[in-house]
Structure formats: structure tokens, C-alpha cells
């Protein structure tokens, strides 16, 4: 599925277009673009410009007016872009219609984040579920994109399945995905023997948006080596331990990041990783407290809970990276009970918003591990005694 041989051996410069509308306000979209020069980032791209429009809607040619892209074409020129990424999904047509106008490489927020997710698959199941999800990409968007396709050097948005096979059509996309689904049910299968394998132990999942700090707080955990990076999507397999606090044992896995405006193939294809959520009996919901807008993160990751019917699970929201938030927020002048007091109304808060539910942390400082380990320790051990009243050497 990933071509290794055509790989960017260097970073691509980009520019970046968003669109202000009446579902999105000014701040939203800075934010969103905020993230997309993230994703960029994590893909092997520097962002040199950003590109806004305010529109009642999108254009439906060329998703930003006439003006606006011609003044995109002549910048792009000028600094020889080399990919120009849009924040909102884009349709075939578009796609085709817009790189006839700049004459450059141009993809949209889905083919990016399927890029990345190409080049993070590592097992047999996430190449499939990634390789599914790129066709699944495609074949709406048939008629518009071959040529965007057949495009050759390489680079951030050409890792797709079609690039040696232009002669793909709606049927033998078709049957690919045919194929694909067919392929991942068997390993789905394999996964489900797995998990009913792991006998009577309590399951852990750790949840959160992507970026969050999940994966150092399963290292820190279950002290075990998971790849952990400060980029997007840094692990798409999930990542299972058991592991022992005191003389109670569990099982703890570490699962795929979620984001704003994930493609909805993507989720689809994914839902054999996000069975982890799915059968876990406590949730670790994972927050960067320090985040400008962790609240919102928050709301991607309960409603994508929701879509998963997990959301109701006991969960422990861990605020994670209380270091950065600290930093952030207060002044070096500022006076220690004035500090205090400003993170006794932000625990007050959330144990109020959590039902005494949460824990604040800094991973990277190790600092309040002791009661994070706690906290799961006696969800555990509660957890336990509802399922297994008879087993005591479970909770003691």
C-alpha cells in the first residue's frame, strides 16, 4: 500500500485555504487552520501562508471564489508552492478544477490526514483499514481525480492507491473495497478471538484527542516502550499491557487519537481498532489542559464516544501537561496564592463537571502520578467487585 520509494526525501512547502461561512465563524476557522498547519507539519510539509475567504458557501467550481484563487495562483507561482491544502473536504471536480487554475498540487483536510495515516500504518490490520479508507476516498470522486492521481514525484497527498493503476474504474474500486472489508472482517475475527482470550481481566482504554500525551501515559503506566511523538496520529495500532497496581491487575490499551473534521471513511474503517473503546470497561479520557482550546477538544472526543455508543462507560479524565498550563497561564510576578487560587477554581471545576472524576497531571514532570494510580486502582478494584463479588484477590 505505502510506495517507501516515494516518499519525500525533503519538506514540501504548502499553503493553506480556509473558508468562513455560516457554519464556521473567523476564530473557528483560525483554529482549524492552526490544526491543518499541524497536519501538515506531521506529513513532512512547511506552511509559508495561510489563505482565508468569508463566503455564504462554497464555490461550487472551485470551493473559494474566482478572486481569491487567482490571487492563491499568483503567489503560488511566485514562491513555487508545491501543494496547496484545503481545510474542507474537496470534490473531484473541484480538486481538477482548481489545479488547472494554480497549476499545483492541491488536496484537501481527508486526503492529508489519510496521507499520514498511510505512512504511520505499521500492522497487516492498519494498512488495510488506511488502504480501505483511501479507496473509499476515491471513488466518489472517480471522474474528477485520475489525473490527480497519475501525478508523479511524490509527496504529501500521492501516497493513494491509484498511482500505478490508472486504469481503475468505479467497478474495480469497487471490488477492491469488496475485497478490503472481506480481508479486515477475518483479521476482526482474529482480534475478537484475542480479546475474548484475555480471560476476566478489567479493560482500560485510554481515550482523547490526538496530541493529548496518551501514549506517554501508557509508557508511564504500564512501563512499557509505545511510540510516543509530538505530532499527529504518532500510533494507529492499538497498544494493549496488562498491568498490576499493587496486587490488583488489568488490562491497559492505548488507542488511535481522535480529531476535528475526521473523515468519515476513516472512522469506518477503523471501527475493528475503536472495538478497544468500544469493549473497554473504564475509559482514560486524556486532556492537554494546556491546549487554547482543550474544551472543544473535549467535546470532539465525547461526541465521537457517543458515535461509538462508549460514552456512557465509567470514565477518569486525566488533564494532562499541568507543566505547559502553568507556564501559559501564569505570570512569573504573579503571587503564589494568587496561583493557587486560580488552580483550586480549575479543580473545582472539573471535579464538579467529572462527578469528582478527574486528575491533574504534567507526564513528561511524572508529577501526580501517585494519585493518578489511585484513582484507576479504585475503578478497577470497584469495577471488580460489581463483576466478580466471589474473586477478592481481584480487589485487594
Known amino acids: 500500500m505505502i510506495d517507501k520509494s516515494k516518499q519525500i526525501q525533503q519538506e514540501e512547502t504548502a499553503v493553506l485555504v480556509g473558508l468562513v461561512s455560516k457554519e464556521q465563524t473567523e476564530t473557528q476557522v483560525q483554529e482549524y487552520m492552526d490544526e491543518l498547519a499541524f497536519l501538515a507539519e506531521t506529513a513532512g510539509a512547511v506552511t509559508v501562508k495561510r489563505f482565508t475567504q468569508k463566503m455564504q458557501h462554497p464555490d461550487s467550481r472551485t470551493f473559494v471564489g474566482k478572486g481569491k484563487l487567482e490571487e492563491i495562483a499568483k503567489y503560488v507561482k511566485e514562491k513555487e508552492i508545491r501543494v496547496v491544502i484545503f481545510d474542507d473536504e474537496l470534490t473531484g471536480a473541484q480538486i481538477n478544477n482548481i489545479e488547472k487554475e494554480i497549476g499545483a498540487k ?158 468519515h471513511h476513516l472512522v469506518e474503517s477503523f471501527k475493528s481498532t475503536l472495538d478497544e473503546v468500544r469493549e473497554a470497561d473504564i475509559l482514560l479520557h486524556v486532556v492537554d489542559i494546556s491546549h487554547v482550546n482543550y474544551e472543544e477538544q473535549i467535546g470532539v472526543v465525547n461526541k465521537t464516544l457517543q458515535e461509538l455508543n462508549a460514552f456512557e ?58 494519585q493518578l494510580r489511585a484513582s484507576i486502582l479504585e475503578k478497577v478494584r470497584e469495577m471488580y467487585r460489581k463483576r466478580y463479588p466471589y474473586k477478592s484477590e481481584f480487589f485487594y
Open 106 to 263: 492541491t488536496i484537501d483536510r481527508s486526503d492529508l490526514i489519510l496521507d499520514i495515516f498511510a505512512r504511520r500504518a505499521k500492522t497487516a490490520q492498519a494498512k488495510a483499514q488506511v488502504e480501505l479508507a483511501q479507496y473509499q476516498y476515491i471513488l466518489p470522486r472517480l471522474r474528477g481525480m485520475w489525473k490527480h492521481l497519475e501525478r508523479l514525484g511524490g509527496g504529501i497527498g500521492t501516497r493513494g492507491p491509484g498511482e500505478s493503476e490508472i486504469e481503475t474504474d468505479r467497478r474495480i474500486v469497487r471490488d477492491k473495497i469488496s475485497l478490503l472489508r472481506k480481508r479486515l472482517l477475518e483479521i476482526d475475527k482474529q482480534a475478537f478471538t484475542q480479546r475474548k482470550d484475555r480471560g476476566e481481566f478489567i479493560r482500560v482504554a485510554l481515550v482523547g484527542y490526538t496530541n493529548v500525551g496518551k501514549s506517554t501515559i501508557m509508557n508511564l503506566l504500564s512501563k512499557r516502550d509505545v511510540f510516543a511523538e509530538n505530532k499527529l496520529f504518532a500510533t494507529l495500532d492499538t497498544t494493549t499491557s496488562k498491568v498490576v497496581f499493587e496486587t490488583t491487575p488489568f488490562l491497559l490499551s492505548d488507542t488511535v487519537g481522535f480529531i476535528r473534521k475526521l473523515p
Open 313 to 370: 462507560k465509567p470514565t477518569l479524565t486525566i488533564f494532562n501537561k499541568m507543566d505547559l498550563y502553568e507556564k501559559h497561564t501564569f505570570d512569573e510576578w504573579l503571587e503564589p496564592e494568587t496561583k493557587q487560587d486560580i488552580l483550586n477554581d480549575l479543580y473545582e471545576r472539573w471535579q464538579h463537571e467529572t462527578g469528582n472524576n478527574a486528575v491533574f497531571v504534567s507526564a513528561v514532570e511524572k508529577r501526580n502520578l501517585e
